[in-house]
């Protein structure tokens, strides 16, 4: 039989019903006909009047009897409305909450997959066809009671069954209310002991919630106390109310002497059921709820500090609270659950499993942190500690793995759990096998994910974590019936039904399917839960919010939603699915589209860059800026790949453009700083570096590093590199280029102890590997190198930079048909690799092979003809070989340079030493001149004058200049050896020889000062030390091309 529901004046719903039952409806309620009715439970809301059999009955006039009982609803109607309208302004932006409270103590039901779909039958419990109303009520009919069920026996009072039912659930309600009570007052007793030893937390140091962004919580409290105790009130009001109506009637049945006392007794009872009835049976008027604002709680880290004295109990009883509030499975709970294993470790910090739980939950939070960078930082100082344990202790791989992979480690991350699961007594548990899903995924090992998966999902008892890691892999390979299976499973469970992250799913599953009214139903539900005060849920929830608002052409309200989330958290999800909007029809949304392609476009082209294909990046990055010029990241990417291609002035010229306009954006800052630098403009980079406000930022500190580097200037180069690690230490190329610095100057303990450090963190990088081995070709023997890049080629089969690498140090020890063998195998499987052309050319390099060095230079060239470095020095070997045809060349190639560059390193210094051998060298000194006005504090100027009247003959000149260079910088080996030669060619020999013996102990590789040491030792007459300094010249330069008559001097004199 068809049933019907009816929405008055006031908002509320009564319903549904059959239409007989209607006139029982009006003679408790006061129809004013401009009621609504709506045919339950899919049909369309219309006005009274259009229902002839409902319009008929309102117009029948109402016993006077009744009238006293219904204009006290009415009058509270009235009121209840009025309330509505003075509170509800915005009803887009308003939905009632249905989703009843859930108890999420409780622990999680085995996770069981059953093929249904949650779309038949719903994910939640059936829910109002309006989304801007409240039905609590709904099921709630006021019918009036017949007066023969009370003359069936006037000698017994009799109790509405309706009021029984209230009594009892008061009764439950008192109780649940006690009970609530004690959990309470248990929980603050807990928290009262962890306040009392906690460590102060006011303090900026240690602190690891600020009271600041707890506040807005604390203030949300109050209000809901307050209204607590205002509802009570209210029920005292009623109750009172009722005791004098009952009085009154108590009154007025004694007084009345002209019916029969029966009678009386009988008109009593009836008034009093109806007011019972009336003030308690029937639901108060609710108000359309509001969405409220949510603060969400970003959190600061502390590292656990060590109490003098451990105490083991206290650590055990915080451990075990840390573990039961973890299991709760919300982000408040995590944080209490976090501060809890703090506390345990401060208690007793070694061998206590709560540091593996403490490195998870801080992974897992870390997103939402105040700081990122510097509490990633405190993170991976407890994974430095514990890193040992990860190779044996499941717990722990698991927890290190968590860190590398949430701070985007990904190769860290699946060595350390391959690592564990290669042990032979391996024991994962599921939090493990979870990590290595996600990390599989993010590899792409897909095959190898999907037995994971399925290994996974057949535990018997998945946590929380484990349910929501195979979700998230079920949504990412687009498999919706698994994701359906599990969003059911978890809709049964008393403790993850509430879970915010699952409701965002929902959400988003039923936004997709178009189902509005389902999706601002979860929208209300997290807002009631406040995104349980997680900044990336937060995220989310706005823009589940905008997207929806969108679909309901609320443009306005949805790009500030969708702004605001992408403030909070930048989600690649979401920026993809805006860039695919087109043509909308609504500027706003148009316009936000158009940013979010730029965005997607942009990600798309770093990571071709970043993968070597220079041509394709470019390409998306120019599709990216006709979307718009003005672009930062895009105009960024653009001059990155110029810099590739070599044309460093055009990129520079490009972000100095940029940045006018954009002074306030400090990446753009940094990456003008960064290709000053690179461009050799070192005072422009100085200027900007002073610029920058926070000199603790580790940009500056790895910036500062880079323009020593750059100037040669080692020692300031380290010190600031030692800086910038220690303000990040999870930054790779700082640590990488402070153990090249190391190696460089042959302090190999240093170099592989911060090698070992960087590979942790990617333990599949090539050049870390490369890097690696020459420590062992130096330290140990060239076997030791080769064997090392052995067993790395078994991972990366056939790398030409590994073969390429182990071909060399064939060649360096005397191995040539094991060199030839490699070198074949190169020229089969890379016949155009740049690789192969630059091992050919280390090859002829280490038998001064000027003919195959310009040979193999020639066709890098070919291949990267933006590789200045290269072209500088196939120019410096041409004007070594002389000739006037390779003169041509060498200046062909000078210009090349020029062209890219308006300052290059000694680029005027080789056209200086190409003009002065062909006898241009009043051009060579303007060059001279010109480096010195354009960089007066860089010595490479006055090392070029001083090198150019050396050439002239002019010691005197050259002298000056030399002197200049060391002034300027001391330790300029070039200087030095320049004032060596001058002071040797002009018989000084006491300040020569003191001269070479400081180069060498600078530089004590340094193969021409032994070189030059022997022969003036020769000319003194001092056979001995001179024989000396020709060995040690030898065996750092075996293919001297003058080696045989430095031999029979030697031969000669022994």
Known sequence: MTQYRLRLVSGRVIGPFEKQSFSEITKNVQLTGNELVQEFPLGEWKPINLFSDFSEITQKPIPQDETFILNIKNLKNEKNEENQNSTHEDDSEEIINKNDDVDRDDHPKEFKFNLEDPFKNKIEEEESSDPVSDESDDKTIVTRTNRKEFAEDDDKTKINPEYRKYLAQLKKEKEEEERRKKEEEKQKAFEAEIEANQPDYENDKTQFLNFKEIRSELESAIQIEEDLSKEVKLQKLKRKRLEEEKERLVKENENNDDRPKRKLSKMFIYLLAALIGIVFLIPDEKPTPKLKPINPIKPTFSFPMRNPVEDVQKAKLYFEKGKELDAKISYTNKLKAAKAFNLSLLNKFNDNPASAKLIFLYSELLNNSKNFNEDAKTVYSLVQLFKQKSYSEPNYTASIANFYYTVGKFNAALNIIERYLALPNNNPTTQLFAIYLKVLNKKGKLEEAEKVAKKLSTQPKNSFYEIKTLYNFYKEQNELSKQLEILKFVSKSPQMSNSVFFLLEKGELFLKRGDIKETLSIIYKINELRAEKSVVYYARYLKLFGLTLAAQKNYKKAIAALRKSLSLFESPQLINELALIKNSGDEFIDALAQ?????????????????????????????????????????????????????????????????????????????????????????????????????KDWRYASAKAKLYSFKNEYGPAVDWLVKAISYNELYEPNLFNLALIRLKFFNFDKAKFILNKVMDLDPFNIEYKIAYAKILYEVETAAAAIGYLYDILQDFKDHPKILAEIGIYYYKSGQIKNYRDIKKKLEELYPNEPTLYNFLLESAKLDDDFDDIVKYSEEILKIEPGNSKIRLFLAEVLIKMRGEKNFIRAKYHLDEIKKRFSTFPRLNYLYAKLYTLINRTEEAIALGEKEIKENPRVSAGYILLGDIYKEKKELLKARDYYQQAYILRPNDIDALMGLAYVAFHSNQFDLALDQYKKIIQIDKFNAEAYKMLGDLYKKLGRVRPAIESYKQFLELYPNYKYKSEILNYIRKME
């Open 595 to 695: 940013e979010s392609k730029v965005k997607s476009l942009n990600r798309l082209a770093r990571q071709k860059l970043q993968d070597g294909l220079v041509n394709e990046a470019f390409s998306v990055a120019m599709e990216a800026l006709d979307l718009d010029q003005k672009n930062v990241d895009t105009n960024i990417i653009l001059s990155q790949i110029q810099i590739k291609k070599g044309y460093y002035d055009d990129a520079r010229n490009q972000l100095e453009e940029l940045y006018k306009n954009n002074r306030s954006i400090l990446r753009l800052r940094y990456e003008l700083i960064d290709i000053y630098i690179e461009t050799f403009k070192y005072r422009k980079a100085l200027e900007l570096l002073e610029s920058v406000d926070d000199k």
